[in-house]
């Protein structure tokens, strides 16, 4: 993220929702993550010094849950349900078939911006599985032909 | 809506919202859940609203959007009262026929109705469902009925009387004892009696004390807390302010999973609804007893499930879990005592209190008392939550509610307990399910995920899976975890990539005992009980994958192929078309043949053949 693009007007509201609170710095940086998708450093170091926290602290906290990533993420997540149910009913190899067609491993993203491959504990719809998620939307019963139009679907809308 | 402000007043509330509700008066429940959802309830809802307004029915039929129903696998589920007609996998065609033919010719859809995957016939009745019919659903049931938005429907199927009865008719003593007496033990895992963990915390010297609930749902495979969070939040806000005014605590938490929005939205609504009313916050129904609660979102780290995790993850704080003898119900979140208990075991305070607790130790087996819900996954039938009385057969589970296996293949075990559990086989299928039995058989009652398998899962890639999941979510502070369950994996990857030596399974039983003894929590302590149960009934598994490198699941990569039975081939030619290599050759009407160098064992034509005719070597 550019220098510029640091909205420190959003950053504070963000820290007046959680009432300059120490304590909700997991939600404070849920919340930067839902505006941008990842934490940028300059967020992470504008935080820190409004909450008067060591930025290490900061850093141990984002690469500690799953949650947050350091690096920028695609327009689209595909977060692959790799729970129990989903995995003795194939996400395997809807994780394969990722691979194959967007050519990004686990946690990487696509030169374009548009594709970052992740994947879930359990989304809990266990009846639907495999799973995975786009965004916050669910897509449940695939196997590799549908994950393949369903990227082609996302690939359309760009 | 004005504050309730004694319970005379929630009484008179209640009455007033009985009277206003006409039980003929037609209702449509959509269910709404999570996997309902992802099926497409809202293109349901929305041709449903449109159907019965042009038909000018929108005053006399009312519509009401839940929570989960349980029964995923069918999904999305319609019940339309009084009749309690019920209808599955609908569609937005399907609306105007359900309208027209059901509500207004009162008539049933034949096509829409559930054919009992067993008996072949058709059901019309939600009640008569097999799947449901063999449930005892005391804390889900309400799922289908109520409205979670609305606080009302919770009030109107009495709600909230329990938390008048305990306030006002009850001392903090008694409450806690009834627990007690009742037998109720926690939900999340561990199966320690709520009442003495509530005495406790009562007892512990600091103040202020805090009661939290644990709905950071990791066990993979389970879903009953997101469900009861999302159709029925009020049960378990009202069980929290009861065990608040036991305890003697004014503040609580909820930490819930940030992958759960639907959950996070709900109780939020919940919440600001209760204290509107007064059921909440300052002055619970003018009784002088304050409680309030705040949401947490949790970051999305299994190990967060663990309660020394868990307060100081609420604490900011990076959740890294504290050696056990150092007890939290004492010195928890900010070092003072608080109360941890599960999103199932809150949402059973309040039955406790409104049936007594001799009611409520009539259900279940000498030691685990009460209904407790499952979320039947994997490889059966009837997907979906699933409550009965503890000590109910994993057969009756399995076979009665579940309808079987899917697909009609064999049995091989069912996974109970998440990554801390362990594999029951066929032959203890006659197990009556508690936290003892299950412990004995070298499983776990766990959270109450139950992932069942068939004869296409591997058992070591089963084993090899859990570790995978343990290794990531290992928080890295104590060597035994974080090197044990890291060489574990590094042994079973190895055996699943037929690289497997003599002397692997011994080692692995070694580092087991070690992880067992020496890790600092229970992540763990119990992360390799997946080996341990995998390796006690289905070592044979185990012997073939290092020494005849033969995977007889067709699950590890390299250690079977593919072959097509020429006598069941019929060369309807699906494989053929179907193959990504091309790597099936014959004519049509003509047993087909692979080409074992093209093959690249994707499964794509296992899967495919209806007549079982490729088989795996």
Known sequence: MEKSLLDSEFLDSVLQQNDYDQENIIMILQDITARYNYLPQEALEYIAKRLNLPRSHLYSVATFYKAFSLTPRGKYILNVCTGTACHVRGAEKIKETIVQELDIHEGETTENFLFTFETVRCLGCCALGPVITVNEKSHGGLDRKKTHDLIEQYEKEG | ?617
């Not at chain 2, 067993?118 to 449901?132: A, H, I, L, N, T």
């Not at chain 2, 049931?141 to 329990?162: H, K, Q, V």
């Not at chain 2, 999941?469 to 060597?479: I, K, P, R, T, Y």
Request: aromatic share 8%; hydrophobic share 35%; with cysteine.
């Open chain 2, 1 to 617: 809506m004005n504050r309730l402000e004694s319970q005379k007043d929630l009484e008179r509330h209640r009455e007033q919202l009985k009277k206003q509700r006409d039980p003929q008066r037609p209702l449509i429940s959509l269910c709404a859940g999570s996997g309902c959802g992802a099926y497409g309830t809202d293109e349901v809802k929305d041709a449903l609203e449109r159907e019965i307004s042009q038909n000018g029915l929108k005053e006399r039929v009312e519509i009401k959007v839940t929570g989960c129903h349980g029964f995923c696998e069918k999904g999305p589920i319609m019940v339309i009262h009084p009749e309690g007609t019920f209808y599955s996998q609908i569609k937005v065609e399907d609306v105007p026929e359900i309208v027209a033919e059901t509500l207004v010719n009162k008539q049933l859809v034949d096509r829409l109705l559930y054919k009992d995957p067993v008996s072949k016939q058709k059901v019309s009745k939600e009640s008569e469902v097999p799947f449901y019919s063999h449930q005892h659903r005391l804390i889900f049931g309400n799922n289908g009925l109520i409205d979670p938005t609305n606080i009302d429907d919770y009030i109107a199927m009495e709600g909230y009387s329990a938390l008048a009865e305990a306030l006002f008719s009850m001392s903090p003593e008694e409450i806690i004892d009834t627990i007690k007496e009742s037998g109720l033990r926690g939900r999340g895992g561990g199966g320690f009696p709520t009442g003495i963990k509530w005495a406790s915390c009562r007892k512990a010297h600091g103040e202020p004390r805090y009661v939290m609930c644990n709905a950071d749902e990791g066990d993979p495979g389970a879903y009953m807390d997101r469900s009861l969070l999302e159709g029925n939040p009020h049960s378990v806000l009202e069980g929290m302010v009861i065990g608040a005014y036991a305890i003697g605590s004014n503040e609580g938490f909820i930490y819930v999973r940030n992958e759960y929005p639907l959950a996070v939205k709900n109780i939020d609504i919940a919440i600001k609804q209760a204290e509107d009313y007064g059921l909440l916050g300052e002055d619970i129904l003018d009784s002088g007893f304050d409680f309030k609660v705040k949401i947490s979102r949790g970051g999305g780290a299994f190990v967060c499930g663990e309660s020394s995790a868990l307060m100081r993850s609420l604490a900011g704080k990076v959740g890294r879990p504290r050696a056990k003898y150092i007890h939290t119900v004492e010195k928890g979140y900010r070092d003072l005592p608080s109360t941890l208990n599960n999103v199932e075991t809150w949402a059973n305070v309040p039955l406790i209190i409104n049936k007594g607790a001799d009611y409520y130790a009539s259900i279940g087996t000498e030691k685990s008392k009460g209904t407790k819900i499952f979320s039947l996954v994997g490889k059966v039938k009837n997907t979906g939550l699933v409550e009965v009385p503890m000590g109910t057969s994993l057969r009756t589970i399995i076979y009665d509610i579940g309808g079987g296996i899917l697909k009609n293949k064999k049995f091989k075990a069912v996974q109970t307990g998440g990554p801390s559990g362990g594999c029951v086989p066929e032959g203890l299928l006659d197990l009556p399910v508690d936290f003892e039995k299950l412990t004995q058989a070298g499983a776990m009652m766990g959270s109450g995920g139950m992932i069942v398998m068939d004869q296409d899962n591997c058992m070591v890639d089963v084993a090899r899976y859990f570790l995978d999941f343990l290794q990531e979510e290992s928080c890295g502070q104590c060597v035994p975890c974080r090197e044990g369950v890291t060489r574990l994996l590094q042994v079973l990857t190895d055996i699943c990539a037929g690289e497997g030596k003599d002397g692997d399974l011994e080692l692995l039983e070694n580092v087991a005992d070690t992880l067992h003894e020496l890790s600092l929590c229970a992540l763990g302590g119990t992360a390799a009980n997946p080996i341990l149960t995998t390796l006690l009934y289905f070592r044979d598994e185990y012997l073939e994958h290092i020494h005849e490198k033969k995977c007889r699941a067709g699950v590890c990569k390299g250690l079977f192929y593919y072959e097509i039975d020429e006598e069941k081939c019929n060369g309807c030619h699906v494989c053929f078309r179907k193959c990504p290599q091309e790597a099936v050759y014959g004519e049509k009407k003509e047993p087909h043949t692979i080409d074992q160098e093209k093959c690249i064992h994707c499964t794509i034509c296992y899967e495919s053949c209806k007549f079982e005719a490729i088989v795996i070597k």
